[in-house]
Each structure stands twice: as C-alpha cells, then as structure tokens.
C-alpha cells in the first residue's frame, strides 16, 4: 500500500483529519446550517482534493447537493452512499444517510439509520433529538418515550425536554407517569421561578396537567381534575377555557346547582354568543344526565343548536328553560341575539310537539312574526337557512335525538314551516297594499322590506321542492331589483333544483357579472359550470381569483382547493375522461400527504412555546386524517373510476382479431385487409395522442403527464385494492368504505372477504333502509359462491349468507320489503326503485306489482331526486306495455315538480 494511501484517513482507523482539514470540514457543517451551500461545497471539495475517500465530507457534501433542488438528489443520494461504504463506523455517516431518507420522507429507513448512528455516539444530542422527532411523527410512542428519556439525561436542565418526556407518557396513555414528570420538574425550580407565577406559558402548563388529570381511568378522576384546577386559578390566564372546563367537571360530577353559577359567568363574561355555553346552562338547569351533559358538550359541529334541538325534552324540561331564558337571561342579556335565537327555538320545539296547542301556537307565531319582521327590515339573505334550522323532526336512527329536516315530505308536513308559509304571506299581501306596511302596524316600509319578504318566500318554496313556484318569485324580486347579486344566485339554485344546469349557469354569470369582486357568487358559478361539464370556463372564471402571473391551474394545486378538484374530477369522470379524472383525485391524496407532514413543523415549536393543549389536538386530529370525508371522497372516485376502468377495458380496433375459421378465402382475404387498415389507423391514433400528450407537457414542465396516461395503464383491480385497504384502515365508521370494499372484493374473487364487508356495512346502517346495501345483498346471495374447498369455511359462509336474509329465502326477503314499503306510503323512491328492480331480477310479483311498488302514490316520497327519478322512469320504461300506464302517470309527475328537466 502506497505512503499516500497510508495517510489518507479512512473509516474506523481511528486516524483523524489534519487540523487544517478539521477546521474545513466544521466550516462544511457550519455554511450547511446557515444555507450557504456554495460555500460549503467549495470547502468540502477543498478536502477531498487531498482527501478523496473521507467519508464524512462525502456524505456532508452529499447533504448539502441534496438541499439544492430535485436535479442534484441522484447525485446527493450516491455520494451519501459512497461517503458511508468508506466509513461505516462515523455517526455522522448515518446521521447523514438518515437525513437524507427522512428528506425523502422514508421516515422508517431513516429511523434505522439513527439508531444505527446512536450505536456509535449513545449521547450525541443532535441525533437523539432527529430521532424523537421521526417517532412522534411515525406514531412509535415507545420509542419516542425512550429517546425524550435519553436527552433530558443528556440535559435535565431544559425545561422543553421535561415537556416533551411528560407528553411522551401522556401520550402512550401513562397519565399518572406524564404528571409525575411534570410534577417532578417544577420541584428542581427554586421559588419564584416564571413556572410560579402567572403568565402565558404557566398558565398552559397548568391546564394541560389539568387535561391529563381529567383522562385518568377514562374519565373517572374528574373530582381530583376540579380541585387541581381550583387550586391553581391564580395561575390561569384562559380564564374562559377555565370557566368551560369547570363547567364540564361540575356537570360529570353532579353538581348542578355550582355548574349553573358557573357558566352564568361565562354569560356574565360575554360568552353570551357562544351556544356551547348555553347548551352547558340547560343542562345545568335541567339536571341532565351525565352522558348526555358529556355528549352534547363535547359534540363538534353543533353551530347553532342547543340542547333544546339536539335532544328531544319533555313539556316539563322545556317549560323549565323558557321560564330561565324569557325571564332572567333576556333581561340580563337584552341585546344578546343567541337569547333570542333560543327562546325562538324553544317556542318552536314546543309548538311541534303540541300543534293542537292553541297558546303554543300563539306564542310561536308571535315570536316569529318579530324575528321575521325584524330580518327583513334589515335584508339578511340567510334568514331562509336560519328559519330552516327550526324544522326539527325525531332521528329515526337515534332515538331521543333531534336532526334538522331536509327532505320535502318532511319538511311541508312541519307545522313550523306551515306557520312561517301563512305569515310570510300574510306579509307579502300588507306590504304589497297602498300603505306598504307590516300586519297590526302602522309604520310604512321601504319597497326593500317587500323585496326580502320575496326573497324569504322564494326560499320556502325551494325547501319543499316548489320549483316553479319559486322561479317566479324569484323573477318578481330581479324585475324590482335587477341589480341584487343575491337574487341571482337564489334563481340559479331554484333553475338548477327544477332540472336545467345550463340555464342556472346562465342565471349565475349574470349575477357575477353584477359584482366581480364577489368571491363567493364566483366559486358557484365555476361548480355549476363543472357540473355542466364546462370545465374550460370553469377554470377561467376560478383564475379571476389566482395570481395572473402564473399558471392558474398550479395556483389553484398549490392553494389546496379540494372542492374544485373534487368537482374537476367528476366532470371528467362523467366526460369519459378517465385519466385526467384521476389526477385530480389523487391531487387531494397529496393535499392530504401534505397536511400529514406539516405536523412535523409544529413537534418543536408546541414544545418549546408550551402550547401543549393545542398541541396534543393537533395530534389526535393528525391520526384520524386519512378518515377525513373529503380524503374519503377521492378515496372513492378512484376506486369507482378503476372499477369501471376494470369491467370496460379499452381495445383499440386491431385487438379483436374477427373469427377467419368460419370465412371463405375471398371473405378471409378482405377481412384481413380490412384489419390491417384498422392497425395503421388505430396506431397512427396513438402516435398522435402521445404527441399531444407530449406538447401539453412541454407546456408545464411540472406535470410530464398531463392526460393520466400513465395512470390508466396501472392494473386497475389492484389500484382499487390499494385504496379500499386505505379506507378500511382509516374510515371503517363509513358505509361507503365497506361498499367499495365489497365491490373490490367481489372482482377478485374474495367471496368470504365481500361478505365480511357487507356485514360491516349493515351493522353500520342503523336504519336499515340503505338501498346501495340491499342492492349488493341481493347480488351477493344470488351471484357469488364460496370458493374455498374447505368444509368449515364453506358451511360458516352458507351460514353467514342466509342471516343476510334474515334466514329466508331470497324470495321471501324480498316479499317482507315488498310489505314494509306498502306499510310507510313515503318509503324513499331508490329504495323502492332498487326494490322493483330486484323483483324483476328474482322474477317475484307481476309487472303491475313492481310498477306499485316502484311509483308508489306519486311523488309525495322521500329521497326523489332528479337523477333517481330518470332512473326510475328508464326501469318503468323497459318493462315493456304492461307499464306503460305508470310509466305515463310518473313522468308527468316528474315532469310537474322538475319543469325545466329533459326525460
């Protein structure tokens, strides 16, 4: 071996750089830390010149290639590589080479290679500190534990590190350990240290020990969480927060009486606005029990609804509220509108459950005639939706529960909404008189007052399906005003609602072109143009809103708009534009891969900030990401657009050679020419399609595929199989995971698995009315076969698959709908649809019988829809002239409520 060679440092020899080289390779790490890679480069280079097979600067020099843009990573990754075959004992190799994998976002190999580093350097701080970051954000909560452990050994002097060992345990579900280590901590504090008086991070850090103590034993440690959170009030700066938590406590522990006195303070203390803090109030003055008090609290989504609409209370329980609300919160609280909101809402809850009532209804009436009067005076577009919070009607899923009604059947037979119909009109009829007034007033109105009595009941006619009706209305209020941005946008609803897309679009630029600085009417127009499958000017309207010195399509991807995407998607789904449909999909799963890793910015700094709570939020929201219904609704487009890819495999012409056995020569001789011109013809198509597809991609330099080619082209059943796993690892509390799971499973032959997931799928339809399901029901039982050869598993399937059927013949599961349809006169038209369907398929009753049951007494069901009733009328159609008569009848009934639509 040469004297050069010999000199040369190499990995695990022990044998350091010369001190003029050392100062050059800290200078390497220096200028990496502080961006200035053309300096580090130069340096590192400097070294190799003399020193080429150092394998710390080759992996330094490596890391900072990397940090130069995607064109130098295959440069970066191989000399990363290379620097550690030539020192494979360095930790800083490894810590490199992990820097480089977590990069990538292979946060697993990169884990590997810390760990591999800190077999090297047990304590080096740096790596541990990478290391914990890659487990919290990985989820490996041991792991993280054990490393937060190993650096506040390393340095119990900073306050960050006992943070993050006490989340470590609070999070791996060791509340008692995670209080410890806090508890442990502010005993090495001498007194009158920051962490004992009152400020911002304290008061954190006091109710984040608050929140573990409350999670101790599922909950059951609440008395322990009350007194510590007494205690330490002093300390609290979020005296809201603190208020709400003792609230709650007070609630689950009984005692009503001091939680009542607490949130009239959050009232006293202008939380007056806030339903959350009203719904603790009734349940405070109701004495409710504690799961419900625990349940509506901790309830997201809520908005405006109170106890009152949440839960269904007895003529006792709402006397008790309306006594507290109209007596003393109205008139501590005159200027409150949520109070007045309530005392509307209770009035109606008590009017619904007691219509017969006559002081019911005058109450109700009367408050609602100020509410209205009041709402229209001042113009407010959303009193419609406001109004239609108030139809309440029993959950039929979860009894004792309130849900809002949307249906029109439902709606129309509310007397809430009878009431409100028969004031606005009496309204419209004063205010349209000489005098222009109010009913009972003498006050005469502007014609603005007029214009939104209009409006309001051009809203009440969309609600229930009025679509004519309400265009009308609509018309009368745009002739009074026609520069009212709002009225268009309420005439493109009721244009789209009666069956025309394009006229609806049509009715929206005109309000657009109104105000174009309006966002919102902007945003409605371009998802009707989508759902009008003009995506072109779709996008043309959605860059009006993006920076115009870029690519709109890029900035609309970069600013993470998923309802347009979803909406673009469709659109191509619908134009048979499969590829480019997929790409907007999965352009939300990257939305999604994004909001997983922004997590990683805030492991730090939540720490460091004591902003533990929120923190902890973060977290648990981050676990339940990928269930998000919006990931779940890409989820399912893809599935459904590679499922439809799969049973419609595109041939190109010269695929289907014809059948030449059966020709003559001369027939066999023309055929072949025949076919030969189709090749050239169909590979001169593809020649071209690639060309396009080339040009759209020199275009953007961003997206070499623009078309989805390459998407297409992937196996269609396993890129299914990829994304029904996903859904059924994220979002097993979705009926449609496990359909699209039963979908994917029945192509590929996995009978026992399709059964598993319809299974799941009906334990989660409570109602038991969900036509997607029964429809795969009936195709199962009557399509699919165990294919196992093994006897125990072909009996438990036999098993399982006749209590499917309730353990009746698929004949008489069918008969028994048949039965419960003709008991409820309003059973959702797919229901029944999917019903008769299934009768013809299983040959079970007449054509007469299956028209019954589809038509049922006309239109005056559930669920009718557009697309449901054409859908409906195609099936009647094909039964041939034995339906014809209903056929007739239900199109003119269609015809009648959607007025604008083309059957």
Known sequence: MSATQNANPQAGQGIPLPKKETDLFRAVVKHYESKQYKKGTKAADTILKKYPKHGETLCMKGLILNCQGKKFR???????????MNDMRSHVCWHVYGLIYRSERNYNEA??????????????????????????QMRDLEGFTK??????????????????????????????????????????????????????????????????LSEIDAGANIKEALDHLEESKDLIVDELARLKMKGLYQLQLKEYSAAKTTF???????????????????????????????????????????????EILNDSQRSVLKIEYQGTLQETFAKSFAIKRIIIELLAVDFKCNSSDSTAMEECTEALKAYLQANIRRGVPSLGQDLSALFLVECRVNKGEYIVAKDPVDIKAHPVYQQIVLLVEQHITSLSEQNSTFPDSDVTEPPSTLLWTWYLRAILHEVVAEYKEGIEMADTCIEQTPTGVDL????????????????????????????????????????????????????????????????????IYDMQVTWYELELAACFRRKMMFGKSLKKYMAIEKHFEDFHEDQFDFHSYCIRKVTLRAYV??????????????YAEAAEGIIRTYLHLHDNPAKSDFEAEPDYASMTPAERKKAK????????????????????????SNKSSKDEDPAGLDLINKNPLEEAKTYANSLVKNAQHS??????????????????????????????????????????????CKNVECRSTNEIVKQTFANETNALLGGKSLNEFLEGWIKRISADSKTDLALRLEIGKSMVSCDVGSVKEVVKVVVGEGLELRGVALDVCKEALDFLTSLGADAKEGADDFKGAVMSRYCLASL
Request: charged share 30%.
């Open 74 to 84: 295959d440069e970066a990754i191989s000399m990363v590589k290379l620097g550690l």
């Open 111 to 136: 884990i590997k290679a810390y760990k591999q580093a800190l077999r090297i350097d047990k304590q080096n701080h740096q790596i541990l500190k990478d290391l914990a970051l890659l487990q919290i």
């Open 147 to 212: 490393s937060q452990h190993a650096i506040l050994d390393l340095k119990p002097s900073l306050k960050g590190n006992w943070l993050a060992f006490a989340l470590g345990k609070h999070m791996s579900e060791d509340h008692r350990g995670a209080i410890d280590v806090i508890d442990i901590f502010l005993g090495t504090l001498e007194e009158g240290s920051t962490e004992f008086q009152r400020n911002y991070e304290t008061s954190e850090l006091v109710m984040y020990k608050n929140s573990i």
């Open 264 to 310: 009239m303070s959050l009232l006293s203390r202008g939380s007056t606005e806030d339903y959350s803090v009203h719904t603790g109030y009734m349940c405070a003055a109701l004495e409710m029990d504690v799961d419900v008090c625990t349940k509506v609290l901790k309830r997201k989504g809520n908005g405006a609804r109170t106890l009152a609409s949440l």
């Open 488 to 555: 268009y946008e309420l005439k493109g609803r009721l244009v789209k609602g009666a069956g025309d897309i394009h006229a609806a679009v049509d009715c929206l630029e005109k309000g657009r072109d109104l105000d174009k600085q309006d966002r919102y009417i902007c945003n409605q127009t371009t998802k009707y143009l989508l759902q009008a499958n003009d995506e072109v000017k779709a996008l043309e309207r959605m860059a009006l809103f993006t920076r115009h010195e870029s690519d709109p399509e890029q900035n």
């Open 617 to 630: 939020d973060v977290l648990r929201w981050e676990d339940v990401l990928w269930g998000h219904e919006t």
């Open 673 to 696: 020419a025949i076919a030969r011109k189709k090749r050239k013809k169909a590979e001169k198509k593809l020649e071209q399609d690639a060309a396009k597809a080339k040009e759209e």
């Open 735 to 780: 009926i449609q995971t496990w359909l699209c799971q039963y979908d994917v499973c029945v192509r590929r032959g996995k009978s026992t698995m399709a059964l598993q997931a319809l299974w799941k799928a009906k334990e989660l339809d409570k109602g038991g009315e969900n036509t997607e399901i029964l429809r795969r029901v009936v195709d199962f």
